[in-house]
């Protein structure tokens, strides 16, 4: 059961990583977009993430990405994403790879 949870995990994981916010050229992973993934026994991701900006105009295209991205795992019944800014969101939140990619480093 462990390593059935660690792969549905690791396959979510995967998954956000080609999610992309249309203005920038790296995944919501990496942008440090995601604080919190949840999947409980019945199959629900809930997902708690954040945006580069409250009033982001591609709010409602990521998410909705994110939903049918990781509703597509096996072993997922359903996704809920919640959207939230506590913390709110900075550049030190991204890997090394998007700072690098973006040239912060």
Known sequence: ???EF???EEDIVGML???YDPEIPVNIYDLGLIY???IKDDGLAHITMTL???NCPAADFIVEDV???VGS???IRDVQVDITFEPEWSKEMMSEEALLELGFM
Do not use: E, R, S
Request: hydrophobic share 40%; proline share 5%; aromatic share 0%.
């Open 36 to 38: 919190k993934v949840d």
């Open 52 to 54: 580069t900006a409250p």
């Open 73 to 75: 795992v096996k072993g």
């Open 6 to 8: 660690l792969q549905i």
């Open 1 to 3: 059961m462990d390593n």
């Open 17 to 19: 990583k080609t999610v």
């Open 67 to 69: 939903k049918m991205k």
